[in-house]
């Protein structure tokens, strides 16, 4: 497990590496003009730094939401946060908003994403904790609402506006910049360390609240703190980068093939994957077809969900012989 | 160890537990029997602390069991629930390694050591859902030995096994109580198994009917009440007993 492990990090920098060298232009970090620099600094590596953030934060809030939800299915979108941050985003690039300036659409979106959390755990919420099935119920509801007034919203709006916010809903890196990463960072790690430091109570999460009850931990704290970990990280991927699907999904069930289910291991290895599928996917897509861009959250599914169903053939994850 | 003194519990304004007093002794065998629906789970249930009574007082050790930390608490007692999820996707060794959350520092037991007490030393990578159903409970019950609490409360742990099972569950929890000194305490509805414990509590509607030793307490009369039935009860020389009922007639009066 240690080796694969090894491996994978080392993979996952390999392909962060590359992707700065990669694009329209071939840049050679060791042999670079000022040209080379200007876009290997300015563009290239906020972009990929960006991609390994969001793609990290989407599997590790995916491995923590398919943990205290018990579901399979679950991904950090399932609460809705994502429809919530798409929603106002949309609004700000159909209005052609510029409130916050360059940060106005990260900014409509976090707001978007933070209510929209805020609303589904006041929804999860009773008799004194949060109760999966409500909350799992609630966030579907809520994504439907949100979808629902988006697609009415997009109807009704100009080519443009609409063709960006598109772009926008299926993951668009584009608006990469130094000045995002640093609050996307801090929310993200924030969000990490949550997670990491309740890795063992979503382990007990996962055997039903009694049992994590009777192994010291109080579930319905538990799942609070865990909630907000995934609440942040999500609100502060969808707000830098749009809706990137996928990763919050699957990736966590290959890293569950590979390495086991125990979340100590399984967060900080999603984080790894995450980040480098995304970075990977966020690479092709910008130069695939250069100069046109294809959204990430398209690539990264046309990567993934083949290497996925290659797994799901070939491992039998839960003994179902 | 473990005292609940005048309990009362209810459930959304239904009462379920009633004026309920029970304590548990070091190393005490002690079955909780009574009909489906009377109340042993939601007993177990307070007694782990996972429930608040509603009037009363639980102690643990004299202190009020709510006053512990989690972790303390669970470093005292654990509780295994009646129904286990098939779909955990953990490993026996995952799985029996929880056991050890509560701690820094880990009690002597090892996980291996727990592994091997249930009988499962060659499954340990084994997936939970490859298990079968009295493998599975063998695997928590592995976990919670490992847990090292010196009151375990199982919930129906007989439930849903064969007959040999059955037996070899009670064997190694009789064994783990004089090897560990620990005190089990354990709900169940089959009055087969009710002779081999110190002593039985027997519950209907929430109160304790009666309590003792089950050779001395389960008698025809209190089955009668306790699960509305009329059972004969076959004391044998060789000191077991056997309950029979009658024959019952179908529909066309046939035997």
Sequence with gaps: ?321 | MLDLSNVSFSYNGDPAIDNLCLSVESGEFIGLIGANGSGKSTILKLAAGTLRPGAGEITLWGKAIHHYRDRDRAKLVSYLPQMLDVHVPFRVNELVRMGLYPYDIPPDLTPDEAVATVGLADKGDSLIGELSGGERRRAFLAMTLLQGAGILLLDEPLANLDIRFQIELMRLLKDLRHQKHISIVMALHDINLAFQFDKVYVVKEGRIITEGRPLETITRDLLREAFDVDVMIYHHENGTVSFGFERMEDKNGLR
């Design chain 1, 1 to 321: 497990m240690k080796k694969q492990t090894l491996w994978m990090i080392i993979g996952s920098v390999c392909l962060a590496v590359l992707s700065l060298c990669v694009g329209p232009k071939w840049i050679n970090p060791l042999q670079m003009d000022e040209v080379s620099r200007q876009i290997l600094l300015s563009i290239r590596l906020p972009r990929v730094i960006l991609s390994l953030l969001m793609g990290g934060a989407l599997g590790a809030s995916g491995a923590v939401l398919q943990g205290i939800l018990r579901n399979p299915l679950a991904d950090p979108y399932i609460l809705g946060i994502s429809s919530g941050a798409a929603l106002l985003a949309a609004l700000g690039l159909l209005l052609g908003s510029t409130a916050f300036g360059f940060f106005t659409i990260p900014v409509f979106a976090f707001v978007g994403a933070v209510l929209t959390g805020i609303a589904v755990g006041a929804m999860g919420y009773r008799r004194g904790g949060l109760w999966p099935e409500r909350l799992l119920l609630a966030g579907v509801g809520v994504g439907f609402l949100f979808s629902s007034l988006l697609m009415l919203m997009m109807s009704l709006s100009s080519d443009e506006g609409m063709r960006r916010a598109i772009l926008w809903i299926f993951g668009d890196l584009a608006m990469a910049d130094w000045s995002l990463i640093p609050y996307g960072f801090v929310l993200i790690l924030i969000g990490l360390i949550l997670s990491l430091w309740r890795a063992k109570g979503l382990n007990a999460l996962m055997l039903g609240d009694d049992i994590a009850h009777s192994l010291g931990f109080n579930p319905g704290r538990e799942r609070w703190i865990l909630f907000l970990a995934v609440g942040l990280m999500t609100a502060a991927s969808v707000s830098m980068g749009g809706v990137v699907g996928f990763i919050g999904l699957l990736v966590p069930h290959i890293i569950r093939f590979v390495v086991g289910s125990d979340n100590r291991v399984l967060i900080p290895l999603s984080v790894v994957a995450g980040g480098a599928l995304l970075c990977t996917a966020d690479t092709i897509g910008r130069t695939a077809v250069a100069p046109m861009e294809l959204p990430s959250g398209i690539i990264t599914a046309v990567l993934g969900a083949p290497y996925f169903l290659y797994l799901l053939k070939q491992k039998d994850i839960l003994g179902e012989s």
